[in-house]
């Protein structure tokens, strides 16, 4: 991010695969195993575009938009959708929003160990190249 130029970066998504995250171990697991194109864009016909994991609460979303559904079936399956947070067993069912950047998620540790190895990372950003060129 840095090497990059960048002088902050959103970690949302990164954060969702800590060991922390309030959401149910399933989830987290279940996220480890996507990748960047396990994500898709929803709201967009109402203007709040959200881009989440693609799963069947999206997809049903998604459904709902290109069939021209109206603004008050829309957002009561949204929020039908997000009740709950994720914090039960079988909870993957909700809208979970997700950036592309899940697909660099291997790992699920605390949000001290990410931070320091973010920070570790950032001081050796040659190191870190290679690491990510040995991966792709």
């Known amino acids: 991010m840095l090497a990059l130029g960048a002088q ?3 970690l949302g998504t990164r954060l969702l695969a800590t060991r922390e995250a309030p959401i149910h171990e399933k989830l ?3 996220l480890l195993d996507a990748t960047e194109l396990d994500t898709m864009l929803i709201m967009r016909s109402i203007g709040a575009t959200h881009r989440v994991w693609a799963n069947a ?3 049903r979303c998604s ?3 290109a069939s021209q559904a109206n603004l ?3 957002l009561t399956s949204w ?3 997000r009740r709950g947070r994720c914090t039960r067993p079988g909870c993957g069912s909700g809208v979970i929003s997700c950036g592309q950047g899940i697909g660099l998620v291997h790992d699920i540790p605390t949000v001290k160990e990410l931070f320091e190895r973010i920070l570790r990372e950032a001081e ?3 190191e870190t190249g290679r690491k990510l060129r040995e991966r792709f």
Request: charged residues 50%; glycine residues 4%; proline residues 10%.
């Open 8 to 10: 902050g970066v959103i």
């Open 28 to 30: 987290k697991r279940a």
């Open 57 to 59: 609460a999206a997809k």
């Open 63 to 65: 459904e709902l938009e």
């Open 72 to 74: 008050p079936e829309i």
């Open 79 to 81: 929020r039908e959708k």
């Open 124 to 126: 050796d950003p040659e």
